[in-house]
């Protein structure tokens, strides 16, 4: 049998650690191509110890002579900085995970669809920001893209083997977050560490946040209507604590197909690291009679403010995605660094788009890389200024 040749950029990350998690329980079905870190130099060195892959990749510079010391017994190629991060996505694989948090991750997936791969899509800010780009070049190559996100990847197995003109609309679940039960007043004081818990999932820290903010839903609303074709109207978004149902696809004739899983990221990785195929996978199955109730609200917009500036994203077209997810990622950063509270994100993300997607008429925009680039770096010098702006 051959072997299923996997890159994972983002290994040492939430996602990419689960998908290292499951190819270890099945090791002779995989062969692994490239690792590749941000930051954390420990564990992108123990991955490559035990998978072995052709080359890793170390985001920053400075940590070439550590990797270079720590593998200098193996014939694993070593690269560092974003140079080699991109280079290493053009290594011929079957499917490329792309694992990386934040705008960081569209470079590497689109060249990994450049050169034929399959594409394991956790990175949805690739969509926010790149939908049409993304999309041209998996077509165009004749790739692949298989959502990775539980929400996404629920949808698109409710919809194998359907005719996706008989999709009426689609619905989102969110957990509703850290912050599903606090009031408006505590919310507008939460720290950091606080939106840094997940009740149900179990996460990288700044997709927890956005959780709590339910930013991640807003982004996921705008991913769902990228990958699926849909129209903004058909997708909604319903909190339902319990986690267990991930989306719900309604179809014209009045039926709806919903699916259901623990809320383990690894039932969704496993299912794209083995598409078209499914496998028996060593986690844990649900059992209704121990979980039998299931329960949906209505999101509450005014502590959440986050899902309607998705809708107005939508609405505005053409580049504004990336503006919102620059916008996203830079107030983040300024809440992360305390510059701003935390209900402060999504006035930076409002005050960027409008500013922004106005000026720059980003609807009439041309999606090509270039533009994408440009706009996120001046969306994010702006929402940069807005926040010292908020401090001074
Ligand atoms: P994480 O923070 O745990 O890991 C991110 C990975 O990217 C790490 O390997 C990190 O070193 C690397 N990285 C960070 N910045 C980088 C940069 N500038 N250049 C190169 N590499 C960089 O994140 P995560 O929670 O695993 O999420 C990864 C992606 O998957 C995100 O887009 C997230 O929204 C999405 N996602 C995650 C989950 C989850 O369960 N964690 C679920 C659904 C979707
Ligand atoms: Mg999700």
């Keep these: 049998m051959n072997k299923k040749r996997i890159s994972i950029f983002g290994a040492t990350g939430s996602v990419g650690q689960n998908t290292l998690d ?202 769902a209507k990228e990958l699926f074709n849909l129209a903004s109207k058909q997708i909604e978004v319903l909190v339902h604590p319990q986690s267990i149902v991930h989306a719900i696809v309604g179809f014209c004739d009045g039926g709806m197909l919903a699916h259901l899983g623990p809320p383990d990221m690894r039932h969704a990785i496993g299912y794209a690291l083995n598409y078209p195929n499914r496998k028996t996978l060593p986690l844990e199955k649900l059992d209704f009679t121990k979980s039998s109730t299931l329960t949906f609200v209505e999101p509450d917009e005014e502590r959440f403010p986050a899902i309607s500036l998705a809708y107005d994203v939508m609405d505005l077209g053409g580049i504004s995605g990336a503006v919102f997810n620059a916008a996203k990622e830079t107030a983040l950063d300024g809440f992360l660094a305390k510059q701003i509270g935390f209900l402060e994100m999504s006035i930076i993300v409002e005050k960027t788009i409008a500013e922004i997607c106005h000026l720059k008429n980003c609807h009439k925009t041309e999606m090509c890389l270039s533009n994408i680039l440009d706009i996120d770096k001046l969306s994010r010098n702006f929402a940069t200024e807005l926040i010292q702006m908020q401090g001074s």
Aim: overall charge negative.
């Design 22 to 223: 499951l190819i270890s329980r099945d090791r002779d079905s995989y062969e692994i191509v490239v690792l590749t870190a941000g930051s954390n130099i420990d564990l992108l060195i123990k991955a490559a110890l035990e998978f072995k892959p052709q080359a890793v990749v170390a985001a920053t510079n400075d940590q070439f002579e550590e990797l270079k010391n720590a593998l200098r017994n193996t014939q694993i190629n070593i690269g560092t900085g974003r140079e080699a991060l991109l280079e290493s996505a053009s290594r011929k694989c079957d499917l490329a995970f792309s694992a990386i948090v934040g705008a960081a991750g569209l470079e590497p997936g689109l060249i990994a669809l450049e050169n034929g791969a399959d594409l394991a899509l956790a990175n949805k800010e690739s969509m926010v920001a790149a939908g049409d780009l993304v999309k041209q070049k998996a077509s165009k190559n004749k790739c692949k893209l298989i959502p990775v996100d539980s929400e996404h990847s629920a949808i698109f197995q409710a919809l194998h083997g359907e005719n996706v003109n008989s999709i009426e609309r689609v619905i989102l679940t969110a957990s509703g977050g850290a912050f599903r039960d606090w009031t408006i007043e505590e919310i507008a004081k939460a720290t950091p560490e606080q939106a840094s818990t997940h009740p149900n999932w179990n996460m990288g820290q700044r997709i927890t946040i956005d959780s709590a903010s339910m930013f991640n839903k807003a982004l996921e609303v705008i991913e």
